[in-house]
């Protein structure tokens, strides 16, 4: 069973950073997607970023890609996701994914495990 797990959130201060880690139990297919979403307060969860494992093709939502980075290491079915420039619309529960399906420019669907979330709050 893929399970991912996630850690690193907690608060920050405005313009910090922070390093969030997802490590996967395993994934179906080398090249599947893991990917970082987020929810905040009212809203629907967004993705973030994804990327393929083997091939290391990334995807960021605009908003973030000058701000957030998606490394990652394979051999451990680890991604992380590297938060700078933090503002206070970015204080959300973090999601971590696996198991996507690759669709092209490391755009990912059909994730089929989902981590319990890790929280990032941002004080002004």
């Known amino acids: 069973e893929v399970q991912p797990v996630e850690s690193g959130g907690g608060p920050v201060q405005a313009g910090g950073s922070l390093k969030l880690t997802c490590v996967a139990s395993?994934?179906?297919?080398?090249?599947?997607?893991m990917g970082w979403f987020r929810q905040a307060p009212g809203k629907e969860r967004e993705a973030d970023a994804t990327?393929?494992?083997?091939?290391?093709?990334?995807y960021h939502i605009i908003p973030v890609k000058n701000r957030f980075t998606i490394p990652r290491d394979q051999a451990k079915n680890t991604i992380y996701l590297r938060l700078n420039l933090l503002k206070p619309d970015d204080a959300a529960v973090y999601y971590c994914?696996?198991?996507?399906?690759?669709?092209?420019?490391?755009?990912?669907?059909?994730?089929?495990?989902w981590g319990r979330g890790t929280h990032v709050t941002v004080a002004s």
């Open positions: 994914a696996a198991d996507g399906k690759p669709r092209g420019g490391g755009y990912c669907t059909d994730y089929s495990a």
């Open positions: 395993e994934l179906s297919h080398p090249n599947n997607c």
């Open positions: 990327i393929y494992m083997r091939d290391g093709d990334a």
